[in-house]
Nanobody, 125 residues
Framework: QVQLVESGGGLVQAGSSLRLSCAAS????????MGWFRQAPGKEREFVAA????????VYADSVKGRFTISRGNAKNTVYLQMNSLKPEDTAVYYC??????????????????WGQGTQVTVSS
């Protein structure tokens, strides 16, 4: 069982940066691939980024590639999402999720076993 708690969201202006954190409970955190997803009002949840259990593999949605960076600190049971050059279209609730079923990275929400409650990111123009 893994419990996930996101933090670091907020209201920022376009062009700003934010770093989201996701703290995980459970001794097996390091065996999970981790992902970030987001959901804007009236839209479906979409994939943002994912990182393998070792941190050796990452994948990003095209919309955030080059602006966002996912990383993890297994000693701290935490995964991060550094978001730079934020745009109004990045406004959404951001969720972290844990995937126990792969040694690599996956992008489908249905593959993830555990989810956090989400943190709101609002980017004003």
């Amino acid at each position: 069982q893994v419990q996930l708690v996101e933090s670091g969201g907020g209201l920022v202006q376009a062009g700003s940066s934010l770093r989201l954190s996701c703290a995980a409970s459970g001794r097996t955190f390091s065996s999970y691939a981790m992902g970030w997803f987001r959901q804007a009002p009236g839209k479906e949840r979409e994939f943002v980024a994912a990182i393998s259990w070792s941190g050796g593999s990452t994948v990003y949605a095209d919309s955030v590639k080059g602006r966002f960076t996912i990383s993890r600190g297994n000693a701290k049971n935490t995964v991060y999402l550094q978001m730079n050059s934020l745009k109004p279209e990045d406004t959404a609730v951001y969720y972290c999720a844990a995937d126990h079923g792969t040694l690599g990275v996956r992008t489908r929400a249905g593959n993830y076993d555990y989810w956090g409650q989400g943190t709101q990111v609002t980017v004003s123009s």
